[in-house]
């Protein structure tokens, strides 16, 4: 890799981005495009977005690009494109592929750097839309279109997250993102500064360039996860869970069942299990992690399996979501049954299934496993999902209340 006389690479692909990502290596990535030019020309009206060319915003822009920076910029592949460019004016700068990103994301590769994200600790500032991506962990919304109004408001809020520790700082926020990471950067260079653009819109439903509608992506209309605690009067689970998965309406949406002596650990847990729902759409079921159960692959590595300290289990849960999120391991068909202390289920899945068998209390789980290898379906643990599971305290021979 070639560096300047700053140490900064001259060069930089979107597999070495996300593997800075990963590192939770500082870096700051600004993306130059046609609007960014105009901006700088004067142009008048707005761009494809509805955003305005302020004339200060435009001068802005021209001192940052006129000035070698000690940080990554991107230009758009213009003539790919047959965008309008002039990056060719400003050439103090190691311009790199600005486009790395959407082209990721129409070669379908988008998920290595979801991987990434949901091992660091992400602030996402955009509009109210993104919220709901699975692995933000702080989000600042701010107005749908220009932003440059509200810069100063925008800066002071961002700047109240930063701390001690590593944050990656993602950016929908227009042509002022620019700007944006410019000020941040200069601030603090402990954290990430990335300018992601519309490159997420598709995960929440949004086709906002011509090339979303061409993405298989899920969202969150594609289907509906129910939770229960299961509970039958008569000791018969399977029962229990046949009635319960009838009643969903659509053969896609998910039933999550969790055991009443078990509790999440973190108050994010839909967002973990909605993640995993739509990174792994082969999946036919999920479990997760906890601290005692029978099926030992179940157990989070580390864990201590004797403490009832709630504020232990608490920080556990924390750290395995801070370090993996809604990741995935596909469980192989040689494994032990799982447990079904936490279960969540597709309704397509069910159905392939035959569905549970009713048979009492015990073992209904290690069935349904079975079945979905019999069946050919996938079996996945949420890496990043862990709960605390009481489990009559370790008292494994004390089974009389489940006969």
Request: include cysteine.
């Amino acid at each position: 890799m070639n560096t300047d006389h700053k140490g900064l690479s001259t060069t930089m692909n979107y597999d070495e981005l996300v593997s800075k990502i990963k590192n939770k290596d500082p870096l700051a990535l600004s993306r130059w495009g046609d609007g960014e030019w105009l901006n700088i020309r004067k142009a008048p009206g707005t761009n494809c977005d509805g955003n305005i060319y302020y004339p200060d915003l435009g001068d802005r822009l021209e001192k940052i690009a006129n000035v070698k920076q000690d940080y990554y910029m991107g230009a758009q592949d213009y003539k790919k494109f047959n965008l309008l460019s002039d990056v060719e004016k400003y050439d103090k700068q190691n311009w790199i592929d600005a486009d790395m990103l959407h082209k990721a994301s129409m070669e379908g590769r988008l998920d290595t750097l979801i991987d990434a994200l949901e091992g660091t600790e992400v602030v996402y500032i955009g509009n109210k839309d993104l919220k709901n991506l699975a692995f933000i962990d702080t989000f600042i919304a701010i107005p749908d279109k220009n932003v440059w109004k509200f810069r100063d408001r925008v800066i002071e809020v961002i700047k109240t997250t930063i701390t001690d520790e590593h944050k990656t700082y993602l950016f929908s926020a227009g042509m002022a993102t620019n700007i944006f990471i410019h000020e941040l950067w200069n601030y603090n260079k402990k954290n990430s500064y990335i300018d992601v653009g519309s490159v997420f819109d598709p995960y929440v439903g949004k086709n906002t360039r011509s090339y979303h509608k061409n993405l298989k992506v899920s969202n969150d209309s594609d289907h509906m996860i129910y939770y229960s605690a299961p509970f039958d009067a008569n000791k018969n689970m399977g029962v229990y869970y046949n009635k319960f998965m009838e009643i969903l309406p659509n053969d896609d949406d998910w039933a999550v069942f969790f055991d009443s002596d078990t509790m999440f650990t973190t108050s994010d847990f839909g967002l973990l299990i909605e993640g995993a729902v739509k990174r792994y759409p082969d999946a036919a079921a999920f479990t997760c992690f906890t601290n005692r159960v029978a099926c030992q692959w179940q157990i989070a590595p580390g864990i201590d399996k004797v403490s009832n300290d709630m504020s232990y289990h608490r920080d556990f849960g924390l750290k395995l979501k801070n370090q993996y999120g809604s990741r995935c391991t596909q469980i192989p068909a040689n494994a032990p049954w799982m447990s079904g202390m936490f279960l969540a289920i597709k309704k397509s899945a069910w159905k392939e299934c035959g569905g549970f068998v009713e048979k009492g209390m015990l073992g209904v789980d290690n069935w349904f496993h079975q079945r979905l290898n019999e069946t050919g379906q996938k079996l996945y643990l949420i890496e990043g999902l862990y709960i605390y599971h009481w489990y009559r305290n370790n008292d494994t021979e004390g089974k009389s209340h489940l006969l």
